[in-house]
């Protein structure tokens, strides 16, 4: 009997032991989930504030693109776009706010830092927040007022994009009717093309000196020799690019180095672009044009170098199609009318929206039967897919072309 009743006593005690043993680990495993809840929206929160950060340096950098160029350079446009890149930037990191971040996401010193580099304008924006301390202090016995800090960095890159990845017109224009870009969408413009003959053969262009014989200034399309029509309904399928590592317009050899790049088409295919000795009046490529200009449609169009930057013009002297081009610039733009001849479809314009700025009073119906020329507006445009480092944001070749890229 004595016996039985140390056993019962020994089992007491061991139950005792167990109890408390589980008792710590739940308290343990009480104040692990606390912390657990603590650090779970801290996490949460500096996804927010990465978030935010992404979006403040996007939407900073979104601002330069649409810049003007103006020949400020990196630094030039840099400064003229700050106020604007960092109230967008501020805009950007106060919406998150209202997602579910607990804490109010401050823009870092209420403005982007930025900074001319070799890879561009670079955009830098931080975000900071805090996270509530929930549990964690009482957990510990400390304060519970204190919350945690949660900072997060973004960083965007602006550049120029001096090649195309598609959709380009195969229609070559002359520089010297490319007036200086200091406001997009510019008022229109008019550039004038090589006569037909009479009159006023060889006197309308501003770039007589380009008059091949057999050739209009109409380009076979990198890698494709269809109908002239197609080409400019539909675009070029592949890559058109500017002529790499030009010097500045005012160096001499301007002229010598766009021709010496381009001996044959061969040489670069995306950057030289040889002559298409189609018909621009053929009733295709006119019903071609007036598409583009009732769909109010943005498309890409090369420069070649013209007087006086380059002097004679920058086009190979040979005739026909085996005329060169060099692509001295590339512009984005909308057709507001042509002119060519006199025929029933020979000219056309709409004069709205973006071509309604047209302060020069240019109309598609001036001229007589011998005059070409298109009219045009030409806009900035944020491209994608341009993998050709060929210009830099702010240079002369800087015509409005874009990008932008995350890198942080």
């Given amino acids: 009997m004595r016996v039985l009743m140390m056993h019962r006593a020994t089992v007491r005690d061991e139950r005792g032991a167990v109890a408390i043993i589980v008792a710590f680990l739940a308290l343990f495993l009480v104040g692990l989930s606390v912390f657990a809840v603590d650090f779970g929206m801290a996490y949460a929160n500096k996804r927010q504030a990465q978030t935010a950060a992404d979006a403040a340096a996007l939407g900073a950098a979104v601002v330069y693109t649409q810049q003007p160029t103006s020949g400020l350079g990196c630094e030039g446009l840099r400064t003229a776009g700050q106020a604007a ?115 006023d053969k060889g006197t309308k262009s501003d770039c007589p000196d380009t008059h091949n014989p057999g050739n209009w200034w109409t380009l076979d399309c990198p890698g494709q020799n269809g109908p002239i029509a197609d080409e400019i309904s539909n675009g070029c399928e592949n890559p058109v690019s500017i002529v790499p590592d030009q010097p500045d317009p005012s160096d001499p050899n301007i002229r010598s180095h766009l021709l010496g790049h381009c001996p044959t088409t061969a040489a670069d295919p995306a950057s030289c672009l040889g002559a298409d000795t189609g018909n621009l009046r053929d009733d295709g490529s006119l019903d071609a044009l007036k598409a583009l200009v009732d769909s109010e449609e943005q498309f890409f169009l090369p420069v070649f170098c013209g007087t006086p930057t380059c002097n004679p013009g920058a086009v190979s002297p040979d005739p026909g199609g085996n005329t060169i081009y060099p692509v001295f610039r590339i512009i984005s733009v909308r057709l507001c009318g042509y002119h060519l001849g006199n025929g029933a479809k020979g000219s056309h314009s709409k004069m709205t929206g973006d071509c309604a700025n047209n302060p020069s009073g240019f109309n598609a119906t001036s001229g007589g039967a011998h005059r070409n020329y298109l009219l045009v507006t030409v806009l900035q445009t944020n491209v994608s897919g341009s993998t050709r480092d060929v210009c830099d944001i702010g240079d002369p070749c800087d015509t409005g072309l874009r990008q932008v890229r995350m890198t942080g």
């Fill in 85 to 199: 890149a960092d109230a967008e930037a501020l805009l950007k990191a106060e919406v998150q706010n209202d997602t579910t971040m607990t804490g109010e996401g401050t823009l870092v010193g209420g403005r982007v830092e930025t900074e001319c580099t070799d890879n561009g304008l670079e955009v830098r924006a931080e975000v900071s927040t805090t996270s509530p301390n929930l549990f964690g202090g009482a957990a510990s016995g400390g304060d519970t007022t204190e919350d945690y800090e949660v900072s997060r960095e973004a960083t965007a890159v602006v550049d120029a994009a001096g090649a195309v990845g598609g959709g380009l017109r195969p229609l070559a224009l002359c520089s010297r009717d490319l007036l200086t870009l200091t406001s997009f969408p510019t008022p229109v413009m008019k550039f004038e093309g090589p006569a037909g003959g009479g009159p």
